[in-house]
């Protein structure tokens, strides 16, 4: 088996979605098309304001009786106060649940087959669950810094009994959160509280995958829409090569002859790649290999293939 990362993540929960509306009332609320999502399937969403501003990026897991949005723990409140305000006379409850459970991830091309191995997940299955140890434990097949990956939850009574079986497992290797993190950063993944909150628009962030271009209304798709009619945006998030031994911090501002033109919102020392870091700049400003000052530190931006034809549409 190839070695498969595997990290606790403590700062992940979700809101437990009930109630016998909940699939219509959902699918006129986040960005993905939840009314065609059948039981035991996963998929990203994003929930909007109506002016298209990102709340929170959850992943959805639909299971016969509830749909589980899975979210950062600090988006959960602002996730839930949200949609709480969009229940008119819908039958359908919002439960956050923080603390109550344990979330790890897998991360790695062998991840779904090492769940199956170690676990006892279904081979072929998004989203299952089993018996371990006496208590439900729910497998979600989807990678949160890949495409490859599976998401475990279980009761936080039975954290330490999983983290045991995962830490004897064969092929599996322990992540630190550190480490989960300084991953992140390389692979350009954005995450809720650091590049996502209510001042970011999807396209800023690259979160197509997230959004469904075939379904009816929801909160925030008329802005959606225009923005990717129009391809026109302010800013793009942009990783940072940055030059000596240490990044800069959050919140120090990018600039471009002397001029601000963006922020960085995460920077770690990463063991094998040096001083990296995200942020968003000016869309004019987001070319590979462009060179900038980050405070006094100058640093090299990397753009994903893809984002210089967005460039150039949004300056024509």
Same mark, same amino acid.
């Given at each position: ?46 929930? @909007? ?110 954290? #330490? ?34 590049? @996502? ?9 690259? @979160? ?54 963006? #922020? ?53």
């Amino acid at each position: 088996m190839t070695s498969v990362r595997w990290t606790r993540l403590s700062e992940r929960g979700g809101i437990r979605v009930t109630g016998s509306e909940r699939v219509r009332w959902l699918d006129g609320m986040v960005s993905q098309d939840v009314a065609s999502m059948s039981p035991g399937s996963v998929a990203p969403a994003l929930a @909007l304001t109506h002016q298209g501003r990102i709340v929170g990026d959850p992943w959805l897991w639909v299971f016969d009786d509830h749909v589980w949005m899975d979210l950062a723990s600090a988006a959960i409140e602002p996730v839930q106060s949200h949609l709480d305000r969009l229940i008119i006379a819908d039958d359908v409850t919002l439960t956050a649940e923080g603390s109550e459970s344990a979330r790890f991830t897998l991360e790695g091309e062998s991840a779904a087959s090492a769940a199956c191995e170690v676990l006892g997940a279904a081979a072929d299955a998004e989203l299952c669950t089993v018996d371990f140890e006496g208590e439900a434990l729910v497998i979600a097949c989807h990678g949160l810094l890949s495409p490859e990956g599976v998401q475990l939850r279980i009761a936080a009574s039975h954290a #330490e009994a999983l983290e045991a079986r995962l830490s004897t497992a064969a092929g599996l290797v322990a992540e630190s959160p550190e480490a989960f993190e300084q991953r992140r950063i390389s692979t350009g993944v954005p995450w809720y509280g650091r590049e @996502l909150d209510a001042s970011v628009l999807p396209a800023e962030a690259r @979160l197509d995958a997230a959004i469904s271009t075939t379904k009816g209304c929801y909160a925030g798709q008329e802005v959606v829409a225009r923005m990717r009619s129009r391809g026109r945006v302010s800013s793009l998030l942009v990783r940072l090569a940055f030059e000596g031994q240490h990044a800069p911090a959050p919140g120090t501002h990018i600039l471009v002859g002397g001029k601000k033109v963006g #922020e960085i919102t995460s920077a770690t020392d990463h063991p094998s790649e040096g001083a990296i870091g995200m942020g968003f700049v000016k869309t004019a400003h987001a070319v590979d290999d462009a060179s900038v000052l980050c405070g006094d530190v100058a640093a090299k931006l990397r753009v994903p293939v893809g984002d210089e034809t967005e460039r150039a549409a949004a300056e024509q």
